[in-house]
């Protein structure tokens, strides 16, 4: 699975953005998804993840309430709407796939198998 993360931008705070992963690969739809941040220095950081049906979804409690993935199986395709944007949420947001596995946690990092490249959320006071 390769995974192309876009949508990454600079926003005043109170903004919005909303965050696009597209997944190459026939089986995304059988593939947990999940986005983290990552700030210089620091490690990189649970968002938003959601199971293969859609029918499932987590958030950090930094952004519970701000911000809301979902999944087009479609098109092979997560997103991450981003609302009242804080100058907090500046980072580099990564996409990532979890294959499934009735233990595997999903709001750990190592527990994703495949990652995106990243995109920049710049978000100005």
């Known amino acids: 699975v390769q995974l192309q993360a876009s949508g990454g931008g600079l926003v005043q705070a109170g903004g919005s953005l909303r965050l696009s992963c597209a997944a190459s690969g026939r089986t995304f739809s059988s593939y947990a998804m999940g986005w983290f941040r990552q700030t210089p220095g620091k490690e990189r950081e649970f968002v938003a993840a959601i199971r293969w049906s859609g029918s499932f979804t987590y958030y950090s409690v930094s952004v519970k309430g701000r911000f809301t993935i979902s999944r087009d199986n479609a098109k092979n395709t997560v997103y991450l709407q981003m609302n009242s944007l804080k100058p907090e949420d500046t980072a580099v947001y990564y996409c990532?796939?979890?294959?499934?596995?009735?233990?595997?946690?999903?709001?750990?990092?190592?527990?994703?198998?495949?990652w995106g490249q990243g995109t920049q959320v710049t978000v100005s006071s």
């Open positions: 990532a796939a979890q294959a499934y596995g009735s233990s595997r946690d999903i709001l750990r990092s190592s527990e994703y198998d495949y």
